[in-house]
């Protein structure tokens, strides 16, 4: 079986690169202080069956599977914006660069700390456990109460729907803004195992999962690194599984999640980031 997301990411290079529009006055910058300008489309949509064994896992460059859901991990069962937890438990330190003025040793009033405050996680499991065919089940981190109280990077995968379907838990990742080379396959990845563990917890399977991204957009200075992946040739689906008979959502671990077939492209790709 080919890889479905080798064939998405190739498609959304050409399309962002032939017919792209650049944006103006951007807010993020490199590390010389130079404005990161990207490339974008809007309103992109792509869908898999995980339960056809249709993951979001590319196979054109290797991306940190583990290190994806670990973070995971942190923001839904840790329910912390705390970077020393991220860093310390889980040795992820990508988030560095994103440290908070107002609340030191933190991203701010964002993510897990949102999560927290508002009791998101349990508040969805209960829905979904008493109530499995209602459409209210969400998850929202777009919370100007938080924004207001401190500083940091405002959500880019913001929203989260969940819908039962007979046996299934279908979900929808809403995202205002995705790197296509850099974060885009992690974001889907870590949504997938979120999603998985959900299913888990409710005795469901994972059915569909979906991604909106309002703002797709590749960085000036990742143009040439495009081109390179889009030479290479398609690879083979990789597998992901959550294998345990755990059903409490916040016992799950790292370990309990196995990849198969999982054959990336070499030479690694490296990416400046804007900041």
Known sequence: MICIADIYHKNCIEQILNNGVYDKNPRPKYKD??????KFITHYVETYDISKNEFPIITLR???IKNAIKEILWIYQDQTSDLNVLKNKYNIHWWDDWESKTHPNTIGIRYGETVKRYDLMNKLLDGIKNDPYG???IINLWQEN???ESDGLKPCAFQTLFSVRDNFLDLMLIQRSSDLLVASSINCIQYVALQMMISKSCNLKPGKFTRVVNNLHIYDRHFESAKIIL???VGEQPILELNTNKTNFYEF????FEIKNYKFQSPQIKFE???
């Open 33 to 38: 202080g130079t404005p990161a300008f990207t």
């Open 62 to 64: 290797q991306i940190a």
């Open 135 to 137: 459409r209210r089940h």
């Open 146 to 148: 938080d924004f207001n």
């Open 231 to 233: 030479n290479r040739e």
């Open 253 to 256: 671990t790292i370990d309990d």
């Open 273 to 275: 980031l804007g900041i």
